[in-house]
Structures are given as C-alpha cells and as structure tokens.
C-alpha cells in the first residue's frame, strides 16, 4: 500500500514542475511581446511565419533567436578564443533563424507551384461536372497534398466562418506569395464581377502556368553553372581560413589582430559578397 502510495506521488509531482516550467514559459513570452514586439512588427512575423509553415508564434521566434545568437557566439568563442569569432558567432546565430525562414518559405512556395496546375485542374473538372466554386475547392482539399491542402482547407474553414469568397481569396494570397496563384485569383475575382466561363478562363490559365514552369525549369538548367560559381566564391575564402586556422593558427592569427590584417579580412568580407550578390543578380531570370 505504501508503495502504492508513493508511485501516485511520483506520478503527481512532475506536473507541478510542468505547470512551473510552463508559466515561465508564458512569461517570458509575455514580456517578449511587451517589450520587443511592435505590432507592426508582430504581423510582420506573423505572415513571415505563416509563409514558411512554421507553426511559432512571433514571441517565439524572438526567443529561439536570442538562444542561438548566445549558443553560436559562445562556441566559436570556445573553439576559438577569440572576441572577433564570438561577433561572428553572435550575428550568425542572430540571421540563422531568418535565413532558415526564407528557405522554408521557398521550399513552400515551390511545392505549392508544383501541385498548383493540378488544382486548378481539379477545380475545372469540378465547375464542368456542375458544382460550385467552393465544392470545387473542398474537392481539392480531398485530394491534393501538402501544402496546398492546408491552405484550401483554411480558405473553406475561413468561408465557413462568415467571410466572403473574396476575402478568403484575398488572405490565401497573402499567406502565399505565388504569381501564378496571384493570377488564377485575379482570374476569379473578376469573374466573379464581370460574369463568364470560369471553367475556360482557368483552362488558359493552367496551360499558362505550365508554359512558365518548363520555362523556369529551363533557365535553371542553364543557369546551373553560374549560381555554382556564386556559391563557391562565397564559401572558398570561409572554409579555406578555417582550414588554415585549424593548420597553423598562427599564421593566420595576424590577419584578426593587426589593423591592417583586420582591414583586408574585412574589405575581403565585403567583396565576397558584392560577387555573390551580382552573380545572383546575373542567374536570376524572372519569366
């Protein structure tokens, strides 16, 4: 029996640590979002977030930030001894996040515009046969995958709500930054004014976006080579001084501790990423 007694004990008392751990949590979120954010700033985070699919909150982001920004500065800081790699650390750590965001958020995007002809389709089929607009979207939501079918499942959950077509539309575009979805919702709020086949409108559409996509396929094949050689020039000067560091640190200590040493590594910096900026500027071919 006591045993009994004391097994219920230990089954009880981690949830008051839980409950501990969980409104400090809540606090320092609260003071977050006192604090830091503006609210400007906190819709901006909010659709950059909602973009990515990232399900965090923007006081949430913040704190990740903060946490990486300490951890990456402490460890080059540790391997390095050095106060000039723990700046480095830090703003590495702090733009982390941010990069981390926009590759979801392309990688998103891209996925979205993959499956994007085939809703479309979906929703033609479904007009042709007879059925509304909506219907035609809850079809999609049926059957097509991610990411597109949680975007459609919460235009509809929107509609369901109370809001109109329109807006839902509207705030299905904002979450996705698409030109070709930008283009099929222009398609529909128009119609939707002016009156028309639908159906046909969205047949041009899907053999437009179709068109664009083995154009885009194209131009990324022969722009392959280009972005490589971007890529490299950035990377090939980091990873050689680290090699070299690693090899013979002082050898290349100098560069961080004399003034003019400070000055190359810096104007070197600064050059590495003007070449990567206009080799990105070069391959990048907007159709």
Do not use: C
């Not at 559409?205 to 664009?212: A, G, H, L």
């Not at 890529?231 to 070299?244: Q, T, W």
């Not at 070449?275 to 500027?281: P, S, V």
């Amino acid at each position: 029996m006591q045993y009994y007694l004391d097994t219920k004990k230990e089954i009880h008392n981690p949830s008051k640590v839980e409950v501990k751990h969980f409104r400090f949590i809540q606090l320092v979120k609260l003071n977050i979002q006192k604090k830091v954010l503006t609210k400007e700033k906190n819709n901006k985070l909010e659709t950059q977030l909602a973009q990515s699919g990232l399900p965090l909150k923007p006081e949430e982001y913040i704190l990740f930030q903060w946490l990486f920004t300490a951890l990456a500065g402490g460890l080059f800081y540790l391997f390095t001894d050095n106060l000039f790699f723990l700046l480095v650390g830090a703003i590495m750590g702090f733009l982390l996040p941010k990069w981390y965001i926009r590759k979801k958020k392309r990688e998103r995007v891209l996925r979205f515009n993959e499956g994007l002809a085939d809703m479309i389709t979906t929703i033609v089929g479904s007009l042709k046969a007879g059925f509304s607009l909506p219907q035609g979207l809850k079809s999609v939501a049926e059957e097509a995958n991610s990411p597109i079918k949680e975007e459609i499942e919460t235009v509809l959950k929107e509609m369901q709500y109370g809001k109109s077509i329109e807006d839902a539309l509207n705030d299905l575009k904002e979450r996705m930054p698409s030109e070709d979805l930008d283009l099929m919702i222009q398609a529909i709020l128009i119609q939707r004014q002016v009156g028309g086949n639908l159906a046909t409108v969205l047949d041009r559409i899907v053999e437009t976006i179709r068109d664009r996509t083995k154009i885009h396929r194209q131009i990324a094949t022969l722009t392959a080579q280009g972005r490589l050689s971007g890529y490299i020039i950035a990377l090939l000067p980091v990873i050689l001084g680290m090699v070299l560091y690693l090899i013979e640190p002082d050898y290349i200590s100098i560069l961080f501790h004399n003034p003019i040493g400070l000055g190359m590594v810096v104007a070197g910096i600064i050059s590495g990423i003007l070449g990567f900026i206009l080799i990105k500027k070069i391959t990048t071919i907007e159709v």
